[in-house]
Each structure stands twice: as structure tokens, then as C-alpha cells.
């Protein structure tokens, strides 16, 4: 094993170590607070990327993050399901909405742009029924999850670092989930069928059953993304967790970083939520979307200079020396 392949598996260990004993160490709470929201997008961005990686680029996610956040809040608030089992009720829904829309746009062979397009457009129709359906979701004004005080089993703590290692394990697991992806045969066949579709069908590769596994899984973990950020500020509504803007930043994240790469979809998640708090911390409300302008100008940049984003760029040419 040469040395760029021992760090490659080393500096991952040290990495998680030092992310266990973070809270540990006398530092702000509010530093806590922004790697906790950095580790839920991470679990976005990368469940979004077990789709986009295969050419499939979906700019509706946040109707599934939003399907996920909603089903369980409304669980626990009207009947009192504990959202530890209500979120999996949510990523039951959102993966019954992937497959329905998956299932309709493979069938007749929407892909590319339009394939694009239909999920931006699932994604407004999601935020507009939320709007409508406003005796019960809230609507436009959003929605507090009900406080229950302390009570683990419903997901309220009365330390918030508990979500600062909940989001971690989350996170954990979708970084686990793509590596079983890229040990399977579903890889192999989905990489095909982003080549050239035709041809990888001519060859005996099942495109609809191998598209419709992936947009469920991708869409299952977004929707528990969506779950813990709800729970995490006890409050939701279509602009946090299912308007456009948010189905727009989910791949936008990922791009930045590198969608191709397991840590890609991560670190673009960090630069973007470091920049939003870091502005918001030091303008307040003044400049409240400067940096929705200046990630959107980095993202244009890197699509025309670094397709494979920043952390796939810096891997393929440290990969040549």
C-alpha cells in the first residue's frame, strides 16, 4: 500500500476520533451548534449524491427532506409518536413518492434536464400543498414540534449535544451506505446506464429496477436527514425543509464539494454552512443573502473550471503524482 493509500484510510479514523471528543473539549456551544447543522446537510447532500453521481440529478429533494420532517412532526404532535419511529414512517412516504415519480419518469424515459426539471417541479407542488393544507401543517408560517420537556424516547434532550452525536451517527451511516453501493453490482449497472443508456440495456442491465433502487434510497435518507434537522430546531416550515431554495442548496452542496466523492458532498456542506453562519453572525439580517449569491457565483465557477468540484479535483490530481 503506497502512502497516499494509508493516509487515505488513517486520516478518516483520526478524523471520527477527534469529531467524538469535540463536545467534550471547552468550547462554545455555538461551535457545537454549527457542526451539528454541518453533519445533517452532510447527510443530505451525500444521500442526494448516491443519485446525482450517476447522472441522475434530481432539484427536488427538498420535497423528500420536507416529506420526512412533516410526516414525523405531524405524528408526534397530533397522535404522540415518538419520532424515533415516526421517522421512519417519514422515509417510508418520501421513498412512496421516489418511487412514483421515479417509476413514472423512467418508464417513459424522462432523463436529463426534463428528468431534472419534473423533480424542481415535485418539489414546488410538495411547498405549495404544505401552504394549502395550512389548518394542519402550519402553512407559510411553519410549524413548532410540541415540547414535551425531557424525554429521550421523544427525541427532546435536555442537552443538545445528544443531536450533535445523532447527526454524527446519521451521517456515519449514509457514508456507510454509499460504500456498500460501490461494492455492488448495482454500481457496475448504474454507471452503465449513465453512460449510455441504450447500450447498457442491449446488454442485459435492468434500467428501471436499477434507477428505482437508487432514488429510493437516496430518498429514504433524506427524508431522515429531514427528520433530525426538524427535531434539531423543533420548528419546520417549506422554507427550511421543502421550498425550492432548499431543494437548490441540497445539490449545490454536494456539487461544490464533489458529488463523485464520498467526502465531496461533506465539505461542501461545511463551506457553504460556515459561510451562512459566519455572515450571519457578523452582518445579522444585512446581508442575509449574500452568501446564498456568493456560493451560487463559486458553483457557476466550478461547473465551467473544477466539474468534479473542489475535494474530486484535489483527489484526481493528487491521484496522478
Known amino acids: 500500500m503506497n502512502g497516499a493509500g494509508k493516509i487515505g484510510k488513517v486520516l478518516p479514523a483520526v478524523l471520527f476520533a477527534c469529531l467524538i471528543i469535540l463536545p467534550m473539549l471547552p468550547i462554545s456551544t455555538y461551535i457545537i451548534n454549527v457542526v451539528t447543522i ?9 444521500a442526494w449524491s448516491f443519485m446525482g453521481r450517476f447522472y441522475l440529478v434530481s432539484l427536488g429533494h427538498g420535497a423528500f427532506m420536507g416529506t420526512g420532517a412533516y410526516v414525523t412532526v405531524l405524528l408526534f404532535n397530533h397522535i404522540g409518536l415518538s419520532p424515533w419511529i415516526g421517522m421512519f414512517a417519514g422515509g417510508a412516504a418520501a421513498c412512496f413518492m421516489g418511487a412514483v415519480l421515479g417509476y413514472a419518469c423512467f418508464r417513459f424515459g424522462v432523463i436529463g434536464d426534463y428528468f431534472a426539471l419534473v423533480t424542481l417541479a415535485v418539489a414546488e407542488l410538495v411547498a405549495l400543498l404544505v401552504v394549502a393544507f395550512r389548518e394542519v401543517t402550519g402553512g407559510s408560517l411553519g410549524l413548532t414540534v410540541k415540547s414535551v420537556g425531557t424525554s429521550p424516547w421523544l427525541f427532546q434532550f435536555d442537552n443538545r449535544i445528544y443531536f450533535y452525536y445523532i447527526a454524527l451517527a446519521g451521517l456515519c451511516l449514509v457514508l456507510f451506505v454509499w460504500r456498500l453501493i460501490d461494492r455492488s453490482d448495482m454500481r457496475k449497472a448504474l454507471m452503465a446506464i449513465g453512460e449510455d443508456e ?10 428501471i429496477k436499477n434507477k ?4 429510493m434510497i437516496s430518498t429514504f435518507f433524506t427524508a431522515l ?6 427535531q434539531y430546531l423543533l420548528y419546520i416550515s417549506p422554507e427550511t425543509v421543502c421550498g425550492v431554495g432548499v431543494s437548490l442548496s441540497i445539490p449545490f452542496k454536494a456539487i461544490l464539494g464533489g458529488m463523485f466523492t464520498l467526502w465531496g458532498p461533506v465539505i ?3 463551506i457553504i454552512v460556515s459561510l451562512e453562519e459566519y455572515i450571519r453572525a457578523a452582518y445579522g439580517g444585512t446581508y442575509t443573502s449574500v452568501s446564498q449569491i456568493i456560493y451560487g457565483i463559486a458553483l457557476l465557477l466550478l461547473i465551467m473550471f473544477l466539474p468534479k468540484g473542489i475535494f474530486g479535483t484535489l483527489k484526481e490530481k493528487f491521484q496522478k503524482k
Open 38 to 46: 454541518i453533519f445533517i446537510w452532510s447527510l443530505v447532500a451525500t
Open 198 to 207: 441504450l447500450a447498457a440495456s442491449s446488454l442485459g442491465v435492468n434500467i
Open 212 to 215: 428505482m433502487a437508487i432514488t
Open 225 to 230: 436527514g429531514g427528520t433530525i434537522y426538524a
Open 268 to 270: 461542501g456542506s461545511a
